[in-house]
């Protein structure tokens, strides 16, 4: 099927969409999870063939795990579906209402956005995730998985739709694009007429083609350099709990903490601490030079080190003279997610909240909280880490759009 | 100076701009302002070299209308970013916040976008104007403006300079590109490591070009297509009011209608009183085989017409059977814009806010009123006809972006 057709019967599924009660909508999110775990057997020997040829062409351990579906993550997609099925649904609302001096009635309602493509690499169960969100609200989903997770997302996309067929909801809500080549992923990009914005999910490289390449409005979402900025008046013990959390507790994730930030004036007492900690737990830090002469046991840093997402036992430590030059540099190297400081200055954490420039900026917490479920929405489509339409974690709420709803009774423009 | 440097030095005033509070904005508003009225002569001189310049080379004289200043143009320019000072203050507001089950408080704060690049086209008070509202929104503005008027646009942005310089604020707050190739506009269109935003203002063919190629995020404004359906219990004389308005009162702008829908049941009484009324107001009619059928006079609609705006004395007409036929004929041709019912009948009304996809979606009342000042924003940037980020009518907190703050005391994740 080429992209314009699949193009065309989204926006017609969309259109179907806005107008679905959430009753029905609910009642189709829970058939598609049951299709899901019936369609187990067949999910898991698509997957099988993945796994396998992946294995054949060498791909790593940690990329296969990400591949390989095993019963307890088949129904753990199925379970997702369900959760969502029992979010509030967004659309409807009026978020206002206004009248003006001439006696119309102006609101603001919500509604979907229409018809959201999902493009993402070799995690199968991004499919009904990303399904799951986008269609509770009300919109159409195109998804474009990697190649290496073909016949999975085949045989997710194909149970999802039986889902939907049995309780009578349009099946082209959800369509997969199964053509592997790169002239698939261009057009789907370049789709303006169908697709109303584009969500890259996984690595760097994937989010960058797709921001540089895509005429369709992107959110960008993912990479994320966060730092920790320990001032001169932290509490150590609380700095060096959140700076192990931030930094181990899930070494692989866009909020994990990548780059710390030291004031000198208590570098000397703190390094010492800093180091046992993190020495403990396996992770290499790669100090400054004012750093590494200080405390013997750093790597030495290189520029490069600054703006770096290790995804790893690797964190950077760089000191500074003061909470403006912190800023500075954090504001220089971050990638807009997610960056703390640990203080016990009142005035410091208001000037840190005000001039960092990020999605989520932290005051004596660690950035692994920058996630949908822990800001109590739910569940994420995933973090956006640009300014426009959704910044930071993405629920329900930054799948849908706006309209204006005007009430007359006769007015005409003077 | 080539573009990347623009785009550092935008970016560095965009973070300076962040930090200012509304009174040092306001004294620029009006310092801003009153360089422009000392430098009227420079403006006006300036200006007509541009327009001795276009006139020789062909330009139409509509076009020459909008490129030509007048000393009540040029005050109507520091007047407008007076009015903007009285504007209040979108950035700094929290939103919302609220406290999770752990303790943290988690806000978010309206902030500025960053830095916003305008593309327009030959009208230079667009200069004065977009500067205005993205600065009072705390933001850095690139301005590249159409070749036709550049010395005039090089003449405002100098006052616009001189001005916030006067009360020492950064003055790379307002930069105009001033290469006039086609390599310099590609090059700020690919600028996504410092540009925001870009918001095209100008003809169809402009905002397609930028859509079509620009990787920094868009805003796309203006087309439209817009439509009156005549339902058939509508009052008759709203309806022509209305269309009359809708259609006449100011042709050549984006929010007047373009396309008439109506009723069959009533068009055998319904089209002469509407033929009569647009004709005294000089305005053709092209209608679908069953209209010119009924009544003699308008000439014959072709496919072509019913996707037209026409910025023109002209518009289309369409019967139908029903509302859905209406709905799906709308939903089919609109550009997304504004559309409006004519109706007596309750549920049709009801029905019509609800299933048709547009910005604006009206009940008895003109399209004409979809525009910032008439919504009570003061004013507007532009329409957005686009669903992500802002949609309609977009005044100041369309130019503000999110982030969110977050106070903690110690929390870990779990």
Redesign the interface.
Known sequence: MNLQEIGQKSKAAA?YL??LGVSRKNEALYAAAQAILDGEPEILTANQDDVIRAAASGMSPAMLDRLELTPARVQAMAEGLIQVAALEDPIGEVISM?Q?PNG?M?GQKR?P??VIGIIYEARPNVTADAFGLCFKAGNAVILKGGSDALESNKAIVGCIRRGLSRCKIEEDSLQLITDTSREAVRQLM?L?QYV??LIPRGGAGLIRTV?????V???ETGTGNCHIYVDETA?FN?AL??I???KT?RIGVCNACESLVVHKKIARQFLPLLKKRLVEKQVEIRADREACELLPGFVLATEEDWGQEYLDYVVSLKLVDSLDEAIAHI?QYNTGHSEAIITSDYHA?QKF???I??????????T???DGA???FGAEIGIST????A??PMGLKALT?????????????A
């Open positions: 259109s806005g107008q206004k003006r119309l102006i509604v956005l229409g370049r303006n109303d914005v921001v540089e390449n895509s005429t409005p992107v959110i509490d609380m709990d959140i192990d959390n931030a507790q504001n954490a909240l005000n001039e420039d990020a999605a989520a900026v932290y005051v004596n917490a660690s692994r909280f920058t822990e800001f109590g640009q300014k426009l339409h910044r930071g759009a706006t309209k204006y709803i005007i009430y007359g009774n006769g007015q005409v423009r």
